[in-house]
C-alpha cells in the first residue's frame, strides 16, 4: 500500500468484517501522516456479506489475498 521501507518490518493484519475495505485504507493513511514508514500488509480479509466482499475485491486489485466469506472460512484457512 506504500513504499518499501526493507529496514523496518510492516505492520500485518487480519481484516475482520471487512467491508469495503476501511480499516486498511485508515491505517495507511495514518502511518503515511506520521513519522512512520512502516508499511501494512493485509494477511486476510473477512466479512459475511458478499456484496461487501465483491466491493472489497473491486477497490483492492492490486492484493494478493482474495477476500473471504467468514460463513465459509475452513480450519486450514484459520490456521494459516
Known amino acids: 500500500m506504500t513504499d518499501t521501507y ?6 500485518t493484519f487480519v481484516e475482520f468484517y471487512a467491508g469495503v475495505g476501511g480499516w486498511s485504507m485508515a491505517l ?4 503515511r501522516r506520521s513519522a ?3 508499511n501494512v500488509e493485509r494477511l486476510a480479509a473477512l466479512d459475511h456479506s458478499d456484496i461487501c466482499l465483491k466491493v472489497l475485491e473491486h477497490n ?8 473471504i ?5 475452513s480450519q486450514k484457512q484459520v490456521e494459516e
Open 28 to 31: 495507511a493513511k495514518a502511518l
Open 69 to 73: 466469506s467468514i460463513e465459509r472460512l
Open 36 to 38: 512512520s514508514k512502516r
Open 60 to 67: 483492492s486489485p492490486s492484493n494478493k489475498e482474495r477476500p
Open 6 to 11: 526493507p529496514d523496518e518490518e510492516p505492520i
